[in-house]
């Protein structure tokens, strides 16, 4: 034992003796540190490489779509290829609110109308639908009556309430208001009315412990309770506004995204009418994302 | 001398699918002012609807139960209530659980400043100072526990109810504060009556353990009196033989003459 590790030392002083004399004695530490080597060097790396990791897979994918578009496009129909739309898109959005009389519009005034329009029937709604939702969670007797004819009522296609709507309210603008009011009251009617009812025995024994109020029943523990279904509710409903608002405008005329995609379908501007997808589907995005972002401040789990 | 708490010939029965179905019939307790009861039993055999009953959560089928010689007509916040679950409310922190019970009480006649000096000693008691700004969310099983503990003692109640208020925590968190519990009451003389399952926690901390028979149409079997000594400290406790008696009595109580229902069957 003793004779073979001390063969083994001798071994490497001898290896490593003609080396360390071999090299040449650094004059001042000369070298140094590389920025990929320092801390904040390594976190530079690192993030890019999960930008890199997250924006590969999206990217892959448009890349993907517009190359089947080009695809399609050259394969001599009548749609126009992504160069041909982006052009076209560029020109558009270079004066997007011209107005040129009611029959034409710039595009942000149609997109504006359009908002405009989902604004205010999906306010009505929600004015209607979430307070209906909170009664008929709380009193078993509403809920029992009212539940046959939403049942009823809830898988009608919007479309069909626009006859209705126009009968009724004599012009297209507030008929297409009432198409979104009545298609999107349902989501938050039965989203609502669904929390209310889930609401954990635990805190109404809480609630009926304490004594509280019916004003504190209320904010402290059914309203905080609900929220997140209330929310999910209204992200609902604004996709389903935002669905129909471009089918009943197509109906009802006048100036909103539908109207221009009908109208560039009778100028068989095909350009148009594929930009015209595009924003749709972007602003829908949009919409919810920003309900997503705001149901995320208030969840409490 | 009145009872603190009076209960007689109580009992209760519920309205079923299959019929009715009767949980507790002829409970007679009496319980004075100061004094730890604990109820213990098998599962199912009444404890948590006596509980209720007491609470104001559940009305009486028959039968009358008495707080300082008034009928207890539904529930109020001069009796406390520790829930099983904690109870806490989720969107609420620690503080705010604790302050929504004092500004019930207390709003009436003491000033904002007052209401939150009541609310942070009502935390510090239970050691909780730190944790006022947290969710319940942020905090262990425990702490939830103590946040449920301090909102039921902030109230000032005249009688302190505790369904199971450990029996979702570990040993070495139960036995922590199952002693923090001991203190409290010492320092407020306060009323107790708790719902256990556990012999050696009713034997620790009870002055008397009521022991209950099994359901259906439970009622009290027995009545077992602690006369040891407080401050009682749990490893002294572990080599008192009169500890061991108290003990072995309750599981005699359970496990001989009060079968598990299974096992009966």
Known sequence: MNAVTLNDRSLSEVMEAPETEALPAPAAPVR??????????????????????????PLLGMLLFVALWALVANSGGQIPGPGETWAAAVELFSDPFYDNGPNDQGIGWNILNSLGRVGIGFSLAAAVGIPLGFMIGRFDFLNRM???????????????????????????????????????????????AAGVQRIPQDYMNVARVLNLSELKVFTKILFPAVLPYVLTGVRLAIGVAWLVIVAAEMLTGGVGIGFWVWDEWNNLNVAHIIIAIFVVGIVGLLLEQMLMLIAKRFSYE | MQSYVQIENASMVFDTRKGKFTALTGIDLHVDQGEFIALIGHSGCGKSTLLNLVAGLLDATDGVLLLANKEIKGPGPERGVVFQNHSLLPWLTAFENVYLAVEKVFAGRESKAQLKARTSAALELVGLTHAAAKLPGEISGGMKQRVGIARALAMEPKVLLMDEPFGALDALTRAHLQDELMKIVAATQSTVIMVTHDVDEAVLLSDRIVMMTNGPAATIGEILTVDLPRPRDRLQLAHDPKYHELRSQVLEFLYSRQMRPKEAA
């Open chain 1, 146 to 192: 009212l539940s046959p004819i939403i049942s009823i009522l809830r898988p009608v296609s919007p479309l069909a309430w626009l006859p209705i709507g126009l009968l009724v309210l004599q012009r297209a603008e507030p008929a297409s208001i009432w198409v979104i009011f009545i298609s999107s009251i349902w989501p938050m009617v039965l989203n609502t």
């Open chain 1, 32 to 57: 140094q540190t590389p920025y990929f080597e320092t801390e904040s060097g390594k976190r530079f790396i690192e993030g890019t490489l999960t930008l890199f990791k997250n924006a590969v897979p």
